[in-house]
């Protein structure tokens, strides 16, 4: 079997930074990974959606270098809605088309395919999740779960090899997150999911922990998410807010 070493990781993070005018937001990540599934714990503006976003190649590190499978997902943007997709928390930040169909087949018209290809992949993709009745509803009267099972679908009919989730279930109810997480898990993809809840990251490969912008420890998740949850119970005895001002 062929070693994977730290210069092919499939996730690649070396050194990455990123400053929001004179605030460093994050500063010296290096994460190199080939697990199936990384998760991400962090409390409330330690900087997780800035991560998931350099992470998509939405954003630009400075300093520091992102690859995902080998690609430069801010340089190569071609290649990149090939290799990375992204969940975010909020599925209204997504969704762009007035019916179902027309959100799924969207994306894979990104990928360069014919409008009725997507259209037969947009099918096919609801046929897959047993929704194929849903084809032409309007997404503005699907409920939340509904909304986020329309984005999950839209990004996995693009097949990307990795997924990348920004606290996608943060306000759904424990069934839809349930659901939700086992139809991802089935897909097969490799999965980045950054929460602030451990939940979301119980089973999980290998879990990082990001404090303040930077990579506080790593390794199971056993250890990782009760260390977090000991020091956010120490933290959440106190009644210093002043993480909360801006
Ligand atoms: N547009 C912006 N202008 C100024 N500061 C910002 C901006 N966006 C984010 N920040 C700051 O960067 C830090 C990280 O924000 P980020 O949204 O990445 O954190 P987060 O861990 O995802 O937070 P949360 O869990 O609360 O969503 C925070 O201190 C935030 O105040």
Redesign the pocket.
Same mark, same amino acid.
């Given at each position: 079997m062929e070693t994977i070493t730290p210069a092919t990781a499939p996730v690649l993070l070396e050194n990455v930074g990123y400053r929001? @005018?004179e605030?460093p937001? $994050?500063s010296g990540i290096s994460l190199r990974s080939e697990a199936m599934r990384i998760g991400i714990i @962090?409390?409330? @503006? &330690? %900087?997780? &959606?800035? $991560?998931?976003r350099l992470i998509a190649g939405l954003l630009e590190p400075e300093p520091g270098r992102i690859r995902i499978e080998g690609v430069d997902v801010f340089r190569d943007r071609r290649a990149a809605i090939r290799t990375v997709g992204i969940l975010f928390?909020n599925p209204e930040h997504q969704i762009i088309f007035p019916t179902v169909a027309e959100e799924i087949g969207f994306g894979l018209r990104q990928l360069g395919q014919s409008r009725q290809d997507a259209e037969a992949g947009a099918l096919a993709m609801l046929a897959d999740f047993g929704k194929a009745h849903w084809k032409d509803a309007p997404i503005h009267a699907l409920s939340q779960g509904q909304k986020h099972l329309v984005c999950m679908m839209s990004v996995l009919a693009m097949r990307p090899r990795l997924l990348v989730l920004?606290?996608p279930f943060a306000g759904l109810d424990i069934p839809t997150r349930m659901q939700l997480a086992r139809q991802l898990n089935a897909s097969g993809t490799r999965l980045l999911h950054?929460s602030?809840d451990t939940r979301d990251l119980e089973g999980y490969d290998q879990v990082y922990w $990001?404090d303040g %912008?930077k990579i506080r420890a790593s390794g199971p998740p056993a250890q990782i998410l009760r260390d977090f949850i000991s020091e956010m119970t120490r933290i959440g005895g106190g009644d210093d807010l002043s993480h909360l001002a &801006?």
């Open positions: 929001i @005018g605030i937001v $994050l @962090g409390r409330n @503006g &330690s %900087g997780k &959606s800035t $991560l998931a928390q920004d606290e950054i602030h $990001l %912008g &801006s």
